[in-house]
């Protein structure tokens, strides 16, 4: 990829982001605009800062990676993300507004009238919140990393300070304009590309059937592998090797190797023939490129109970949106409840056609880049394609374009994230320091995750996007649900579900991220964890209200009254 | 291997917090030597106790208060169990014996009719029912009964009646507390009322005169002021609601700078920022508009330059900060604070001290307003108000 024009792109990002964050403002000199600037967002604008917010590295770069590895089972990652938003509606939006409530704590202690739950609640939003800025910052280092040729770690760094500045100077005065541009940025780098890329591969002689076979090098390839993989053959592989292979070391001297497992030394160069096939990886906690099922749903390729998962996927993505801490805090912005489900439904048209696009570069990587496949690195399947495919100056700019994309999409979920976390960090959890404190709030709020993410590496983009999901899902979705919907919940029932729900789902997220390798059903449960977590959650909260049922706040009545009517009755102005 | 030295890591911490927060509950508990003789230090746990039991009872003599003051009080009587109940109900019941509560509620009835204290005793035919004996003590406030506090044990005493009495006299002075919390909101009720009346006489005087002096020339203009002018006295004068949006208190302000125009045309020059997404944020009826109005007469009628005023609305995440400056005349740093400690003499700056009164008892004392003055140097007042209230 260029660098330069690369870098340059990522430069505009960044700079076009904080203008228009600290410029942001409507201003009027004349009483006659006066009118423009005291006008509240309307709902298609307001829509498109959820949409742009929402839009993470997840979506821009993981859900095309995973796509290309592990096949069309993926595509239940932008279903259900998607699909989130029609619960939400259905559900949530709407009365929500009406609480008044601007956090989930806010929620929490407004219907329970409970500090205690407004406490439990803030723990699981930081909790949550931490969880999701971590594949934010890993994919910025990715995406730095292929861009600039900067270390993966620095670029993660990187972009949390930039996070960190910009939220802390208070240069985001007004960030739904902000956030309504990343979503036009965010579309734009993937749709103007994917023109280019389908007229290419039109031109490209005999794509055609590749998919469902499995992948092969089209051309000759050399692949650097990072970090030491085993690989598994099915059919003798040659090539031409510069590092260590099964211990034995080559100086590019010609290699055949039998079928069967082999093991790849981290630093080795391998160079491929056209026509030769991707060698499979085998095991390890590295998504499997499972070989012929690529393009047949629930095959096998990626788990060992592909059923399971995908419920555990759809659990987590249709529930766990109402929970998310950044997404709720954007719907405040809406004058009334009315507006907030209109917002919901410009929200849903906006990100579903978003993700009409990442299943298509995906499947152009499988076709195009299958080195990714072997190296593991599928998440920059879409920052190469362009490189690859229409190639030349054409080629570079579209790629910058795409790293400019790639940019907003993790600037402006972390930012929206930074702030949320440190909203409720300086307002429950930390002690009350003067002025100065949110400024350390938000230095806390993206430490944390900077740290982890240069703990923890390894984990795909998309999957611990979807761990983020599945504690939400199971604590925040019953809270929420129960409690705009069920007149009997207490605060010692929420306290409980909260805590059995969001703690148990994310116990099971702690052990797959940072806990020792397990396969099986063990493994598949806590790596899918929402299939119970969420009936668990719910479970409790009802058992528990019901066993407190005299302690079901005083103003029930008044809460749910607020919650459900509108706002100003019907035919009335004010 | 990292990943297993983090959980292990992370045990660790937790194992390490949980030993600290246990020697350090048993120490503030247990180990109290140096502190007194034995009766400095009952009377340092007595008064300890007390203060945990006062903060639920200053909401008032409700269910909720009731249950959580009668668990600390409890061991204040290191009896069996202890009650708290209002005119008609026992509100909340701390310790076994529950059973007796028909027998404690007909007491305490008594109690309330007479106005004292009494004791009596409990029939029981459960060989272990801990409740043999009852003492009710009445809680007055303002010379009026509204319930009883009833100590039920083992036999009677002396020192049990006293401290019975004792205790109800101590509950009876936090609820006359909790009364004077209420008698302070209504009458903040009051002063906003009055500050509606009092939206300056003047204002309506010099607004009617300079659309008067449309009628003739420009009749159009006239007829769209007084439109305006009808608008805003409708909002400024509305009965319902101690809240608006900033939306609705900035169309007022709008109203208002459009009547000042009128009277002054050029020589005012207004600037307005707003950060979109705080406009449906919900502040205090009339917080804003006073504030304005204070701006735009430093600026006009105490000078003959031109006047600027900037409105500024910022997001700053889970707060709004609103600016309001103005580049008057100023004014004595002292002086301000005169006003806003109510003893400026009785005209000046009530709008002011108003709404810094009603922000402080609305959202706590760190919101209150912020003022930046000298002489000759403008003012800048900021008021941060939080998007949520709890």
Known sequence: MNQTYGTAAVLAAVLATLVIGSAGLRISRTTSDFYVASRTVPPYLNAMAVSGEYLSAASFLGIAGLVAAQGVDMLWFPVGYTAGYLVLLAFVAAPLRRSGAYTLPDFAESRLESTA???????????????????????????????????????GVLVAVVVALAVAAGGMRSITFVQAFQYCLKLTALLVPAVFLVVAWHGDPGPGAALEEPPAFRRHTQVTVDSTVRIRLHEPLRAVAAGAVDGKRYDNAALLLDPGVHEVR????????PGAAVPERDGGSGPRTGASSWATPLSGGRDDHPLYTTYGLIFATFLGTMGLPHVLVRFYTNPDGRAARRTTVVVLALVGGFYLLPPLYGVLGRIYAPDLLLTGNTDAAVLVLCERLVGGVAGDLLGALIAAGACAAFLSTASGLTLSVAGVLSQDVLPSLGVRHFRLATLLAIAVPATASVAVSGL????????????????FCPLLVLGIWWRGLTAPGAIAGLLTGGGSALTAVGLTIAGPPADGWTHTLLAWPAVWSVPLGFLTMVLVSVATRDRVPAGTEAAMARLHLPERPAGATS | MTGLALVAG???????????GHLLARRSVGDTTGLGT?????????????????????????????????????????????????????????????????T?????????????????????????????????????????????LVVLGAGESAAVVRATEEVARWVSVQLELADLDRTRTGLADAEIRALRAQISPHFVYNSLAAIASFVRTDPERARELLLEFADFTRYSFRRHGEFTTLTEELRSIEQFLELVRARFGQRLRVTLQIAPEVLPVAVPFLCLQPLVENAVKHGLEESVERSRVTIAALDEGATVRIVIEDNGVGMEPDRLRRILRGDGGPTAGIGLRNVDERLRQVYGDEHGLVIETGVGAGTKITVRIPKYRA
């Open chain 2, 38 to 102: 034995p009766v400095e230090r009952a009377t340092f746990r007595t008064l300890h106790t007390a203060s945990l039991a006062a903060p639920p009872l200053r909401a008032g003599l409700t269910a909720d208060a009731a249950r959580k003051a009668v668990r600390r009080l409890r061991p204040l009587f290191g009896t069996a169990a202890l009650a708290l109940a209002d005119e008609d109900t026992l509100l909340a019941w701390e310790g076994p014996g529950r059973h007796h509560e028909h």
């Open chain 2, 10 to 20: 992370g045990a660790l911490l937790f194992a390490a917090g949980l030993a600290a």
């Open chain 1, 460 to 475: 795909p983009v998309a999957d611990a996007v979807g761990l983020a999901f599945a504690v939400a899902a199971s604590s």
């Open chain 1, 117 to 155: 739950a407004r406490r439990v609640a803030s723990v699981l939003v930081v909790g949550i919140g931490w969880l999701y800025l971590l594949p934010q910052l890993q994919g910025a280092g990715l995406t730095l990393g292929l861009v600039t040729g900067a270390p993966r770690r620095l670029g």
């Open chain 2, 104 to 148: 404690a509620l007909d007491r305490v009835r008594q109690v309330l009719a007479t106005g004292r204290g009494r004791t009596f005793p409990v029939d029981c035919r459960e060989p272990d029912c801990p409740v043999r004996r009852g003492t009710v003590a009445p809680l007055t406030v303002d010379g009026r009964v509204l319930g009883a």
């Open chain 1, 266 to 273: 981290a630093g080795t160069r391998l160079r491929f023939p």
